[in-house]
């Protein structure tokens, strides 16, 4: 239960930030859906649907990405290198473990808050999708692939800046590539080969499939959770290597 | 009690502690003193496993440091030279928070907060923010929260470095009434004072290298009792005397302003090393 410590001091954070937290995450998926659903979305319509539907599963995919990715990522890593707290989780009778586990949990509370937010938003917009525990499955996966990601880019990049530009050539590329704002279909093949293989895609594609009343696609899920596992491993490795 | 063996830490070409031993008996305050970059934070960053050894080995009451990873956790406390509270918690989470990680129980917890609280006179300022505390305060905090888990060996890393002098006296008085119940401590300090004034032995450390390791009374007798400074063309020359009449008699045949005072540990270091301990 070690891990138990690590989340309940980052839930003492949430509880006490936590209107400021859910207003940040109400403004970008309301522009999002300002933009792609009621503006570009009246005169656009995917496969015979609405664009509006289309769009929402994967405005959730990628809040949730950018949700969990950049708390647990900039706060680990400012902790470990500015504020230095982090010593006293590693001087700490507590496994790597445990502290993976305990922070990738907390980016998980936040990017489903986030998700909920914009399902919510998604609904007074006349958003008609589906909703269902395969939906849910998927939005925690996605959290927990994402958030352990941000373990690793923390425990491995020296500088804050570069924190940044790692969210500029891995996170914003993904954000806008993977499926969330379009379909890749009419890419050119080695370019839709490249975003087949990224993790939000199959997050995407899952979310749509089941929103729209569709198949669970077991392939993408099977493809998130080999991502989360390595990545995961590897956050538990690098927290390993920082002692 | 702490053993070290032969402990060595290379970062590159570069050494920053070599070959180091030393034992520190338990109950005693042993202080590591030194210039920055002498290697007084690398070995204790080494013996606290912050930092992993390139050679040697080190011993916690009998546990060896990078072996025993688990029991060495539960017998020591530390108050780095940075300051690392959690400023989002107030000064009883972040001691609650230390206590769960070491997994003590609820009503353990609660009570030790309580105690090391008035110990360290914050009790009235427990439930606020740690990140509106002055540098004192945190620095009391950091102190009682290492001493949260009743940790036997107690590594301060410059505790008193930038605080003013009544904050200073008071972490001073800490620290004794600490070590009056039997824990052992190791500070670093760069400040002569505190290092004459709190430790039953001290190591003087210079590149990485021990090159000095007694009581302060017996340091300070290597290079004289009485030292008389003068300021020349040259810069400030010291000349070390075993009693004050040889010091008077040998300033008195100078053209120049002197000082006359009793030596210090910084003395002992001039005379080793050429170069004063700020310097």
Excluded at chain 2, 105 to 112: M, W
Aim: a positive charge; hydrophobic letters at 45%.
């Amino acid at each position: 239960m070690d891990f138990y410590t690590v989340f309940w001091r980052e839930m003492l954070v949430l509880k006490r930030t936590f209107i400021k937290f859910f207003a940040s995450r109400l403004a970008s998926p309301l522009l999002y859906l300002v933009a792609f659903g009621w503006g570009l979305g009246r005169s656009v319509q995917v496969d015979g649907g609405r664009y509006l539907d289309f769009v929402v599963p994967g405005i959730i995919a990628l809040s949730t990405m950018v949700t969990s990715f950049n708390y647990v990522g900039n706060s680990l890593n400012m902790s470990r290198l500015y504020h230095k707290t982090l010593e006293e989780f590693l001087i700490a009778p507590i496994s790597p473990f445990s502290f993976v586990l305990g922070k990738v949990l907390a980016g998980c509370v936040r990017g489903i808050v986030g998700a909920l937010v914009i399902l919510g938003l998604a609904f007074l917009f006349g958003a008609k999708i589906l909703v269902n525990g395969w939906f849910f499955l998927v939005i925690l996966l996605t959290c927990t692939l994402f958030g352990a990601m941000g373990v690793v880019a923390a425990m491995i990049i020296d500088a804050h800046e570069d924190m940044s530009n790692f969210s500029t050539f891995v996170i914003l590329p993904m954000s806008f590539l993977c499926g969330t704002f379009f379909s890749p279909d009419r890419l050119p093949e080695a370019l839709k080969f490249i975003i087949d293989v990224l993790p939000l895609t199959h997050a995407s594609y899952f979310l749509r499939s089941v929103a729209a009343g569709g198949d669970v696609l077991p392939f993408s899920l099977a493809v998130l959770a080999v991502y989360t596992m390595v990545f995961f491993a590897a956050g538990v490795l690098a927290v390993q290597r920082a002692r | 009690m702490i053993e070290i063996q032969q402990l060595t830490k290379r970062y590159g070409s570069i050494n920053a502690v070599t070959d180091l031993d030393l034992t520190i008996g338990r109950g005693e305050i042993f202080g590591l003193l030194g210039p920055n970059g002498a290697g007084k934070t690398t070995t204790v960053r080494m013996l606290t496993m912050l930092v992993r050894p390139s050679g040697g080995k080190a011993f916690i009451n009998g546990h060896e440091v990078t072996r025993d990873l688990s029991r060495v956790k539960k017998e020591i406390g530390v108050v780095p030279q940075h300051m690392n509270l959690d400023l989002e918690l107030t000064a009883w989470e972040n001691l609650d928070l230390h206590g769960r990680l070491h997994k003590m129980s609820g009503p353990d917890r609660r009570q030790r907060i309580r105690e090391l609280l008035d110990f360290v006179e914050l009790a009235g300022r427990a439930g606020d923010p740690a990140g509106r505390f002055s540098g004192g305060m945190k620095r009391r905090l950091m102190i009682a929260r290492a001493l949260m888990h009743y940790p036997s060996v107690l590594f301060l890393d410059e505790p008193t470095v930038g605080l003013d002098p009544q904050t200073r006296r008071k972490i001073w008085d800490l620290i004794r009434r600490m070590n009056g119940g039997g824990m052992t401590v190791l500070l670093t300090t760069h400040y002569i004072e505190e290092a004459e004034m709190l430790c039953h032995r001290v190591g003087i450390m210079d590149r990485g290298r021990m090159i000095a390791l007694g009581t302060p009374g017996e340091l300070k007798g290597r290079v004289g009792e009485v030292v008389v400074e003068s300021l020349n063309g040259a810069g400030t020359q010291y000349r070390f005397f075993a009693g004050r009449d040889q010091a008077l008699e040998y300033a008195g045949g100078l053209a120049e302003n002197v000082v006359i005072r009793e030596a210090n540990l910084e003395d002992v270091f001039i005379e080793m090393t050429g170069r004063k301990v700020g310097g």
